[in-house]
T-cell receptor, first 117, second 116 residues
Framework: EAGVVQSPRYKIIEKKQPVAFWCNPI?????LYWYLQNLGQGPELLIR????????DSQLPKDRFSAERLKGVDSTLKIQPAELGDSAVYLC???????????????FGPGTRLLVL | AQSVTQLGSHVSVSEGALVLLRCNYS??????LFWYVQYPNQGLQLLLK??????LVKGINGFEAEFKKSETSFHLTKPSAHMSDAAEYFC??????????????FGAGTRLFVKA
C-alpha cells in the first residue's frame, strides 16, 4: 500500500516568488494535515481538512499561505510571496477519522524541504 | 491549552543500554498520547499510542511507554538500544473529541544517538 506522497521533495526559490506543494494522502483517508517543521522542532499544524472542509486553519498565515483540497483527496499548499523565514520542511499527513476524534494515527509523508534565498 | 515538554534535546546511549526518553504533558482533559520516530529525510512514523485502558503501551521495535496520570508523564523506554534506533523522537498529545475537533501538539523532539 502506498504511503503519503509529497512533491517536490526539495525546492529552492528566491524570496517573493510563489511556491506550491502537493500531497496525495493514503487512499481512503478522509483527514489531511499540513504541518510546518522548523529545524530542531516538532511539527506545527498549519491546516487540517476533513474531506473537503478545512476544519482547523487557525495557524495558517492567511496573508501569504493558502491551501485547497479539491474532491477531498489530493491537496495543495501554496505560499505567495515566499519570505526567508518560510524556509522549513512542510509535512503532509493523513488519517482515517472514525470513532473518538483525536486518537487516530497520523501517517506522514517524507516532506518538502523548502529553501528561500 | 495543551503542551508537551520533552526533557533533553539530545540523548546518547551505548548499544545494548537502556533507552529512556522523557515526555511530560499538560492537558485540561484526559489526553491521547503518542510517540513518533523520524529518520533523516523521512516523515514521522508512529511508534505507539495511549488512548484508553492499560497504561503500559507496547509499540514497534521493542519500545514501550507508560502513561502516568499523577506525574503527567509518558516516558518512552527500550531495554536494549540498537544502532538502528538512532533517530529523532517526538512525543505528542491530543485532546479528546472536543466539539469542533481536536488538536495534536508535538514536542520539540529528542535526538537519540547510539554509540557502538
Amino acid at each position: 500500500e502506498a504511503g503519503v506522497v509529497q512533491s517536490p521533495r526539495y525546492k529552492i526559490i528566491e524570496k517573493k516568488q510563489p511556491v506550491a506543494f502537493w500531497c496525495n494522502p493514503i487512499s481512503g483517508h478522509n483527514t489531511l494535515y499540513w504541518y510546518l517543521q522548523n529545524l530542531g522542532q516538532g511539527p506545527e499544524l498549519l491546516i487540517r481538512y476533513e474531506n473537503e472542509e478545512a476544519v482547523d486553519d487557525s495557524q495558517l498565515p492567511k496573508d501569504r499561505f493558502s491551501a485547497e483540497r479539491l474532491k477531498g483527496v489530493d491537496s495543495t499548499l501554496k505560499i505567495q510571496p515566499a519570505e526567508l523565514g518560510d524556509s522549513a520542511v512542510y509535512l503532509c499527513a493523513s488519517s482515517l477519522t472514525g470513532g473518538a476524534p483525536g486518537q487516530e494515527t497520523q501517517y506522514f509523508g517524507p516532506g518538502t524541504r523548502l529553501l528561500v534565498l | 491549552a495543551q503542551s508537551v515538554t520533552q526533557l533533553g534535546s539530545h540523548v546518547s546511549v551505548s548499544e545494548g543500554a537502556l533507552v529512556l526518553l522523557r515526555c511530560n504533558y499538560s492537558s485540561s482533559v484526559p489526553p491521547y498520547l503518542f510517540w513518533y520516530v523520524q529518520y533523516p529525510n523521512q516523515g514521522l512514523q508512529l511508534l505507539l499510542k495511549y488512548t484508553t485502558g492499560a497504561t503500559l503501551v507496547k509499540g514497534i521495535n521493542g519500545f514501550e511507554a507508560e502513561f502516568k496520570k499523577s506525574e503527567t508523564s509518558f516516558h518512552l523506554t527500550k531495554p536494549s538500544a540498537h544502532m538502528s534506533d538512532a533517530a529523532e523522537y517526538f512525543c505528542a498529545v491530543s485532546d479528546r473529541g472536543k466539539i469542533g475537533g481536536f488538536k495534536t501538539i508535538f514536542g520539540a523532539g529528542t535526538r537519540l544517538f547510539v554509540k557502538a
